[in-house]
């Protein structure tokens, strides 16, 4: 069976600047899965046009339209790069010019120049899971996500929340917390 060898990793996106190229539908739904799962993400959009979504979008989040081509100058400062244009040289140029300058790229639809994907997200308060297919299968992914935000309990926060209190109760060593914790929080997943 083959593997998903992805690291997952949970970006703090208002400390860091993103670039995404594009202004078309893609674009938009890129920019709608960012600002749905980081709020306070800070974004540059470049293109000549742009849905009128995405102008409404970006009224209500921390994000910069700028009607211009794509030019290599709009990588200065950008740590994360998102390219959705519908011309396949433009994107391929994009990617080329993050991989210069080591930037995180994802070329939209096109898994062998993504140094990384937007999987399917599924956040319920301090709660949040990530779904990735190895960029095989975004439509699984959403299906995933749906699954899981069908499962997870509204009230899980509630006990993010007071198994967070809990651990500033108990005593001990590193070891020991862990331990306690550990053993607080089986009856999560024991089946009766």
């Known amino acids: 069976m083959e593997r998903n060898n992805l ?24 920019l709608t ?11 540059l959009m470049v293109s000549p046009l742009f849905r ?7 009224k209500k989040g921390c994000v910069t339209l700028v009607e211009d081509v794509y030019q290599k100058k709009y990588l200065q400062g950008r740590h994360i790069v998102v390219a959705t244009t519908d011309i396949p040289e433009v994107n391929v140029q994009v990617w080329k ?4 300058e080591a930037k995180l790229v994802n ?20 709660v949040k899971v990530a779904i990735s297919t190895n960029g095989k299968s975004p439509t699984t992914a959403k299906r995933l ?5 069908d499962v997870i309990p509204e009230n899980v926060d509630d006990l993010v929340k007071n198994l967070n209190e809990f651990r500033k109760t108990i005593k001990g060593d590193f070891e020991q917390k862990v331990e306690t914790l550990n053993e607080f929080t089986k009856g999560l997943i024991e089946k009766k």
């Open 145 to 149: 996500r749906q699954f899981f935000e």
């Open 97 to 100: 010019d993050c991989r210069a």
């Open 7 to 30: 690291y997952p990793i949970f970006l703090k996106t208002k400390n860091l600047n993103v670039l995404i190229v594009g202004g078309g539908f893609v674009a938009e739904e890129k």
């Open 107 to 126: 070329v939209a639809d096109n898994p062998p120049y993504c140094d990384f994907y937007m999987g399917g997200i599924v956040t319920k308060g301090n």
């Open 52 to 58: 009128e979504g995405t102008i409404e979008l970006a």
């Open 33 to 43: 899965f960012l600002l749905k799962s980081s709020p306070d993400a800070k974004v």
